[in-house]
């Protein structure tokens, strides 16, 4: 699959009304056939064309052919989309950096998540990857659905879908199962939206059988299901209820938009005033902001308190709690197979939240490197990779992550009841074709089982990422020829 275009995101301010805009600008890219990629752009502006609403991101203006001046003087042909500025932040980031909202907070926003569904649905769109990372606030804190990367738009509500797309925490089982699926499938992930947000933690690892949180929902074991996530978490009855409603397996049983606007915790009077609820998020942003620019000042990464060290999960059928509840950092990065050259809604324009331009990677030359049996390639922008490689790392069992953007070079050490394993991670200019990257892995201190091991889980994450070798070598040829 190729993915012809390099985005970038700007602050617009029009020099006669002074409204500020959020602009995303895709360079055309010249070597690659344009028509799928535009295809995809045209639908996602159809989708969001078609949708006025106060809690949905608006698309103000957009143009398949605009010119984007250089610096050199020169211009790029480009695709441009303005889109509506929500400069109150990403909402993920107030659930990764502050924890998770008091019940009137989340009541509030998940008001505004389904107002902002309800008019997608009534206008035949079905978003596809309803989840916090494309989820924005305004600077009144007020809830946007963003990012219709995904989106499809249906002639009735009876029509169907087929594709596997979103973000595989928050699919809904029938689309794991590759079933037929409905826009059901958006209020399935509302509800794990829900969950975490009063938790702080999600409510299983994926909504497959074989997950012991989910099997406990889908046999009907939710005393079992509640018990093991009350022991860091508390739920009100009314919450636990439409909870279990709107993860509900069976899309036939799930609970409607309808329902859900009419269910007693949804309709609960308002504990906090508007103003007060304002307060609080102000003062989480400033913690927020203060973290972030920590991360973008350090560049250095220390997880004292890894993800999953040690937890024993258990198996899906056990009656034996397990001994922690999925984590979120964990659980975001369980990603399904998608366009990644189209940013996330107004998502930092350099891998790791730097501001200034990052210069290209260098050309690999097989003269400077031992050949390694741990790389890949890949067609995708050397941002792309080395944003999703990076929080990937930062996601495992990791003691100490050291990220050197500019290089695009990472080396972690990860620690087990296997041992220490110490690895570097470049990433290269292809010696020989434009547009794709080299990205080698190779071994510092540990077994070399283990460590072998270890990369072939990182690859298989990052799988969506590769391709085969362009200019393939002779032994790579005959590998590939059936036996």
Sequence with gaps: TFFPFLSLRFLSIDSETGQKAALKILIKNRFILQDTALRQVKAEIQAMSKIQHENVIRLLDYSFDAQYPKSDGTVVDVMLVVLELASGGEFFDFLSYTGRFPEPISREFFRQ???GLEACHLNGVAHRDVKPENLLLDDQFRLKIADFGFSKVLSSDNDTMATECGTKG???????????????????????VLFIMLAGFPPFQIATRSDWWFHKLLVGRHGLFWQAHSRTAQFSETAKDLIQRLLEPDPEKRITLTQIMKHPWYCQVSELTREQMVENLRARKLTVDGRKEAERRTRVVNLDDPVQRDIDFGSSVDEKLPSANPDLRMFTNREAIRDISRPSSQAPASPLGASTPIPPPKVYSKDEHIKSYTEFFSDRPAATIFHRIARLIRSMRTQDVVIKQKAYKIKATISDDAGTIQFLVRIFRHSSVD?????????????PLQYRKLYTKISDELNDL???????TKFEEEDDVPS
């Design 113 to 115: 998540l389904i107002g």
């Design 170 to 192: 928050y699919m809904a089982p029938e689309i794991l199962m590759h079933n037929h699926y409905t826009m059901k499938t958006d209020i399935f992930a509302c509800g794990v």
């Design 466 to 472: 590769s391709i085969p070798n362009p200019v393939p």
């Design 435 to 447: 547009g794709v990257h080299h990205i080698v892995f190779s071994r510092r201190q540990g077994d």
